[in-house]
């Protein structure tokens, strides 16, 4: 079991950034990746980014390319979800989700095998 846990959601104007946390415990040491979803109201859940736990391979979704950086620190555990030029659809609940197992791609959220509670961001215009 890896437990997750997501912190630092807010409500923030258009263009500004937010950071984005997300607290792994339990066998959290079985982690292959750590991927950031996003769900808005009404509509599917998204991914945003994913990072490899072991190399720190970043991957992304071309709606936050070069405007949204994953990174993590294994020695705490943790992994950041660094939010800049936000805008208004970027509003949702952010879920942070582990995968034990080593694949590619994994932009699916089906491919992830833990869930954190999500944290909301509200992004204003």
């Known amino acids: 079991q890896v437990q997750l846990v997501e912190s630092g959601g807010g409500l923030v104007q258009a263009g500004g950034s937010l950071s984005l946390s997300c607290a792994a415990s339990?066998?959290?040491?079985?982690?292959?990746?750590i991927g950031w979803f996003r769900q808005a109201p009404g509509k599917e859940r998204e991914f945003v980014a994913r990072?490899?736990?072991?190399?720190?391979?970043?991957t992304y979704a071309d709606s936050v390319k070069g405007r949204f950086f994953v990174s993590r620190d294994n020695a705490k555990n943790m992994v950041y979800l660094q939010m800049n030029s936000l805008k208004p659809e970027d509003t949702a609940v952010y879920y942070c989700?582990?995968?034990?197992?080593?694949?590619?791609?994994?932009?699916?959220?089906?491919?992830?095998?833990?869930w954190g509670q999500g944290t909301q961001v509200i992004v204003s215009s």
């Open positions: 989700t582990a995968r034990t197992r080593p694949g590619i791609g994994l932009s699916n959220a089906g491919e992830y095998d833990y």
């Open positions: 339990g066998r959290s040491f079985s982690t292959y990746a």
């Open positions: 990072i490899t736990w072991s190399a720190g391979i970043t």
